[in-house]
């Protein structure tokens, strides 16, 4: 026969998961609204995921930060070729302002970025690819100062083996 006492209805089991949840990650606890880091502004491609997450670790920012992905992240933000996107990053900037009360913008480009290459074309990769990158991130810098002066910018290219450069 099964101990009546050690079974576990289904409401004590989430609640002691919930709690457990919030013992190891206790950024959970926090409100919706509040005093946060930074947004990250990433590219949709698959392998950066983890190299972001891992600077989000280094940089003490877990829990800290708003996260905003769209392919070639600064690229496609600025880029004329992704004209239509555009409004969606500055309208989710602002919420996040608003919400967060962010200090800074974090802008990751990446290396070998196909939406880099259907932007600006294939050789501006090929060829040009740092410089292509910092123009275009350059181009974001003076966007944000325009539309948000108070909030610091970083912005910076990826390689694909989690080295960065800085174009801040």
Known sequence: ?????????????????????LVLRPWLVRAAS????AMILGCIDPRIQ?????????????????QFTIAGAAIGVVAPSFAEWHKAFWDNLATSI??????SVIAIDHRDCGAA???????????VETETHHKAMAEFRGEVRKRQPRLKIETLLMALDGSFISFS
């Open 1 to 21: 026969m099964p101990c009546a006492a050690c079974r576990v209805d289904r409401r004590g089991f989430l609640l002691g998961a919930g709690a457990a949840a």
């Open 34 to 37: 509040g005093d946060y880091e």
């Open 50 to 66: 983890e190299p972001m997450r891992d600077f989000a670790v280094q940089h003490g920012l877990i829990g800290q930060y708003s």
């Open 98 to 103: 608003e919400l967060h009360n962010i200090k």
């Open 117 to 127: 290459k259907i932007a600006y074309g294939d050789a501006s990769v090929a060829t």
